[in-house]
């Protein structure tokens, strides 16, 4: 299956227009046009990933339901600094950097307990260190810090785990490494940052085969 749609905005209105493809039969399997205020995109997310996954799954145990109805935030302005940070963040340019920090650090002021926001923190120490806009030395540390920050407020959360794995990584602590980054897989399969970073630690130590799979999964689930 894969979710289509398009996003219009229009006076203050978010339009989405969303369906759910079957793409073993070629057939629409579901679809629903949204309308709701800039301020209540989280509940337009919620109310669209509910309507889908009951399409696929009519019946959902407790649990399940949880899972689907659980936030990474509550806060609209947190989200929207969250999602403008990776924003900067994924062009890794000395120009766009500054602006991934600035974004992120407004996200964990708004919302103190997102966790996701500190994720931010911590991979953006990680490259801005790698590309020498900051020193090891100090930045390295941060790392640690905002990492180990998110897992307090969600010790489940994938992207934290993977984080903490870079950072072990650039310390050249194997063993935490790797463990961190399968943590993040077994947490969440789909994430392709954890694939990506395990496999450079495989092939960095000879598991070529192994390694070469994790960066080919990585690719499947972000082709871009």
Known sequence: YVVDGL??????KIRVTAQLLDVHDSATRWSASFA???SDVLELEDSISEQVTKQLIPRLTGEEEQQISKRATNNAEAHKAYLRGRYFWNQFTPEAFPKA???FEQASLVDP???MA?????????????????CPESGFPKVFEYAKKAL??????????AALGLY????????????EYRLAIQLNPNYGLAHEWLSALLVGSGRF????????TAEDLDPL
């Open 209 to 216: 085969e192994e390694g070469t799979n994790e960066i080919l």
């Open 152 to 161: 307090s407020i969600d010790p489940d959360l994938a992207e934290a785990h």
């Open 118 to 134: 500190y994720v931010g923190l911590a991979d953006y120490y990680t490259w801005a260190c790698i590309h020498g806009l900051h």
């Open 113 to 115: 307990n997102y966790a």
């Open 36 to 38: 709701d205020n800039v």
């Open 101 to 103: 920090i600035e974004a």
């Open 7 to 12: 996003i219009r905005r229009s006076a203050g």
């Open 168 to 179: 072990y990584s650039n310390v050249k602590r194997w063993v935490e490494c790797e463990r």
